[in-house]
């Protein structure tokens, strides 16, 4: 059974940081990816930051390019996302996810491509 811890987020003022982290536990694949998501109200559920497990990049999708630095384990099944000179336009649900088996980058693009999902975490950039 695969698992998803998170961890990390808060509230933080503009120009703050906040730092999010997901250990994955439990794959039957050894080809997987792990990611990080975010969803405001009304609005559909947007990448953040991708790792493919055969790949030694981190992947960031444009919401998260320039302010956003990602991070992972040697095991590679860890991806930590330091946020930087956050935005009130960046608060939002954010969410770790996983998939296996098959996966691509073009899979990090859309929310429905995950096989599992985190609880979520709220994170409120506010003055």
């Known amino acids: 059974e695969v698992q998803l811890v998170e961890s990390g987020g808060g509230f933080v003022q503009p120009g703050g940081s906040l730092r999010l982290s997901c250990e994955v536990s439990g794959f039957t694949y050894d080809e997987y990816l792990i990611a990080w998501f975010r969803q405001v109200p009304g609005k559909e559920r947007e990448g953040v930051a991708c790792?493919?497990?055969?790949?030694?990049?981190?992947y960031y999708l444009p919401s998260a390019l320039g302010r956003f630095t990602g991070s992972t384990d040697n095991a590679k099944n860890t991806l930590t996302l330091q946020m930087n000179n956050l935005r009130p336009e960046d608060t939002a649900v954010y969410y770790c996810a996983a998939a296996e088996d098959g996966v691509s980058l073009a899979t990090c693009h859309h929310h429905y491509g995950m096989d599992y999902w985190g609880k979520g975490t709220l994170d409120n950039v506010s003055s």
């Open positions: 790792l493919l497990s055969g790949d030694d990049k981190i």
